[in-house]
């Protein structure tokens, strides 16, 4: 299982970004749950989002509820994050993870593929 999280930049407070997360490897897509996690200079990293196999179920860490929206288009095997109402404190590199079950509580550990992350920037 390959990801490839991409779509970060530099963006003033307040604007949108639209982060995609790609997989690749010849694995079935919709079998697993896909992650999104956010690491900032000298913090742990720590889960924003996650949305389950068929995109019927999502769950947001609470300082992105009603900002972040996950979804995902499985014909594509891509998931989404998009990020509206950006705050400087949302500044961060953004990973997204998949595992086999879907499980909102899951913590780094509990994900198996990781992608290479991508970097978000927002200026104040």
């Known amino acids: 299982v390959q990801l490839q999280a991409s779509g970060g930049g530099l963006v003033q407070a307040g604007g949108s970004l639209r982060l995609s997360c790609a997989a690749s490897?010849?694995?079935?897509?919709?079998?697993?749950?896909i992650g999104w996690f956010r690491q900032a200079p000298g913090k742990e990293r720590e889960f924003v989002a996650t949305?389950?196999?068929?995109?019927?179920?999502?769950y947001y860490t609470d300082s992105v509820k009603g900002r972040f929206t996950s979804s995902r288009d499985n014909a594509k095997s891509t998931v989404y994050l998009q990020m509206n109402s950006l705050k400087p404190e949302d500044t961060a590199v953004y990973y997204c993870?998949?595992?086999?079950?879907?499980?909102?509580?899951?913590?780094?550990?509990?994900?198996?593929?990781w992608g290479q992350g991508t970097l978000v920037t927002v200026s104040s």
């Open positions: 949305i389950s196999q068929s995109g019927t179920s999502t």
């Open positions: 993870a998949a595992r086999p079950f879907y499980n909102p509580y899951a913590g780094v550990s509990e994900y198996n593929y």
């Open positions: 490897g010849g694995f079935t897509f919709d079998d697993y749950a």
